[in-house]
């Protein structure tokens, strides 16, 4: 099936420091995105969201940064916390005005005390 | 307010039987979509409900069904069932299909032997 593409599988960060997750997208004229977090037996977690209107949109503690001149999206956490630990995905609406999604496979981010 | 159920957490299946999942969004949400999650393709739309009627369907075979009831409850039937279909189902409600939140249930685990 279609995904959404990401450049890392793993990422290990040490707990203070500021994670960069990094996804690009397959179509040029999806117009909405999402970054979803899901830990370990949970179903995914809404974080953070950003129309195709915007370059960035800031969150609590989380930034995501969208860049369609390269169709590429990151997610940013500053001063990472154990608790961030999980596998996430970024996510595009591929149908505007539809509910149809496409996710990648996910980069799991491991914060190191 | 009670989040997206799903039933049940986990199923184990043999081959060729099938399985029908079930969903209950968050009061108020009419939008039901379904997705898969394995390791190797994370998330894939399977198809998505609003007020009863299939919006859109992802590229999953005709074996994979599903409906959505009066009360916006879902649920997804997989037929003939093969090993490859063993995988977490996840389905995820929002008030409507247009560039919202989705709340995810914490999936179905199916495994099929």
């Known amino acids: 099936g279609e995904s959404v593409g990401l450049h890392l599988p793993t990422l290990s960060v040490q707990e203070g420091d500021n994670s960069i997750i990094n996804c690009a997208y397959s179509n040029s004229a999806s117009d909405y995105f999402i970054w979803y977090k899901q830990e370990s037996g949970k179903g995914p977690q809404f974080i953070i969201d950003i129309r195709s209107n915007m370059d960035k949109r800031q969150g609590q503690r989380v930034t995501v940064l969208l860049n369609k001149t390269v169709k590429h999206l990151s997610l940013q956490i500053a001063a990472t916390q154990p608790g961030d630990s999980a596998v996430y995905f970024c996510?595009?609406?591929?149908?505007?005005?539809?509910?149809?999604?496409?996710f990648g496979t996910g980069t799991r981010l491991k914060v190191l005390a | 307010k009670a989040g997206v159920t799903q039933t049940p957490r986990y199923l184990i299946k043999t081959r060729g039987q099938q399985v029908t999942l079930s969903c209950s969004p968050i009061?108020?949400?009419?939008?039901v979509s379904w997705y898969q999650q394995t390791p190797g393709q994370g998330l894939q739309f399977l198809f998505e409900?609003?007020?009863?009627?299939?919006?859109n369907k992802g590229n999953f075979p005709g074996r994979f069904s599903g409906r959505q009831f009066s009360n916006s409850r879902s649920e997804m039937n997989v037929s003939t069932l093969e090993l490859g279909d063993s995988a977490l189902y996840l389905c995820?409600?929002?008030?409507?299909?247009?560039?919202?939140?989705?709340?995810f249930g914490q999936g179905t685990r199916l495994t099929v032997v």
């Open positions: 995820a409600s929002s008030l409507d299909t247009r560039n919202t939140e989705a709340f």
């Open positions: 996510a595009e609406n591929i149908e505007p005005g539809t509910y149809k999604y496409i």
């Open positions: 009061s108020g949400h009419r939008s």
């Open positions: 409900y609003f007020s009863e009627t299939q919006r």
